[in-house]
């Protein structure tokens, strides 16, 4: 059997069939390993299709080689499968060189309780020249084997290469140039809570990764996925509520509107008796050190509106502390008959009418 074996295939061979064979049977754990990132229902499933892709081709390549082409002698599906060969050599080299460039220049942070390897600036750039590198050398290479073999036809395959480069410009470069200018300027970081002005409802969501073209963000609202161009992101209002203005955290509030008729010192009693049930509370994530700060912000034509400032380190749990801080405040108002529902125009007024009324009556009443 073995010589059987030798007599078709040569050494160099059977160490590319062994080589693609041990890949292939690997290659789940090896793009995990060489993608920090992966998504077993998304982006890296398509990696790992293309991989295994090249392997089983490579495959082919050498049986062909071996078995087919010393009979038919068909130089061209030679030139052919050569070509595959270095694409899968290129994209392998590629994905490794990206690997390291990532461990030597990115940066470990924690996304969603996860320690990542994240991109930086430097990382992206060396990244990007190094697959442009690859792919011109391959592109040469493919350019030789099949058959153009002066430097005038190889220059002009790269040339044709080059104008369409240019002319598809307006669709690739902007993003890849945001993304660059994200990076550099640090406008956020992965694993960051931002705060994106998208229509009426600004959307609290944490940036998962930022890619060549686009970045994905995970909406903490609705626990989903959300992806931007990069140069649509650079034309928004970001809000990075993951960057503090003091070491006392974010400052966040709440508004409520009450009416004339309860005096600030029921108001003040209700907010303090609130913050003392959310100091108790363990699970309303607040920096409980610092005092509760109200204020009245505005007086209108039928209400005041009243505010109330807390800090809070832990972003992430923005929303949760929110709506568990608001709940202890309506129970807080219950227990002492405010009412939090915005007075109406015309109850006031006819409070005003009733109140003149009685002025009139104990006006013309006897002594």
Not at 39 to 60: A, P, S, T
Not at 190 to 206: A, F, K, Q, R, T
Not at 217 to 233: A, E, G, P, T, W
Request: aromatic share 8%; proline share 2%.
């Amino acid at each position: 059997m073995s010589e059987l074996i030798y007599e078709y295939f040569t050494l160099l061979e059977l160490l590319l069939i062994s080589a693609n064979l041990i890949l292939l049977a690997f290659s789940r754990p090896l793009l995990q390993l060489l993608n920090s990132h992966h998504n077993e229902n998304g982006q890296f499933k398509d990696r790992l299709h293309i991989f295994r892709l090249f392997n089983l081709l490579v495959l082919l390549f050498v049986v062909i080689n071996a078995l087919v082409l010393p009979i038919a002698e068909h130089s061209r599906v030679v030139g052919i499968l050569t070509s595959i060969l270095i694409v899968y050599l290129a994209y392998l080299t590629s994905h490794l060189l990206n690997y390291f460039i990532k461990k030597r220049f990115g940066k470990q942070r924690e996304v969603n309780e996860k320690a990542v390897l994240s991109e930086t600036y430097n990382s992206r750039v060396l990244s990007l020249l190094s697959s442009l590198l690859l792919f011109v050398m391959a592109l040469i290479a493919i350019v030789q084997i099949l058959g153009f073999d002066s430097l005038l036809e190889a220059g002009g395959v790269i040339g044709f290469v080059g104008v369409l480069l240019a002319l598809t410009q307006g669709a690739w470069a902007p993003d890849i140039i945001s993304g660059l200018v994200i990076l550099n300027s640090k406008l956020f970081n992965e694993g960051d809570v931002i705060e994106l002005n998208e229509g009426s409802v600004p959307i609290i969501c944490v940036v998962h990764k930022t890619k060549v073209f686009h970045t994905e963000l995970l909406n903490l609202v609705n626990n989903h996925r959300i992806m931007l161009q990069n140069s649509n992101i650079r034309s928004h209002i970001i809000q990075n509520l993951s960057r503090f203005a003091s070491a006392k955290g974010l400052r966040e509030s709440m508004e409520f509107n009450i009416g004339y008729e309860v005096d600030e010192e029921r108001v003040r009693a209700m907010f303090d008796s609130a913050y003392q049930r959310v100091i108790e509370d363990a699970d309303i994530l607040i920096e409980k050190q610092h005092p509760l700060e109200v204020r009245a912000l505005a007086a209108g034509d039928y209400a005041v509106q009243w505010a109330i400032f807390y800090y809070i380190k832990d972003v992430k749990k923005l929303l949760n502390t929110r709506q568990l801080f608001l709940s202890v405040i309506l129970e807080a108002a219950r227990q002492h008959e405010i009412s939090l529902a915005t007075p109406l125009l015309h109850q006031g007024a006819q409070r005003s009418a009733d109140r003149q009324g009685r002025l009139k009556a104990e006006a013309v009443s006897p002594r």
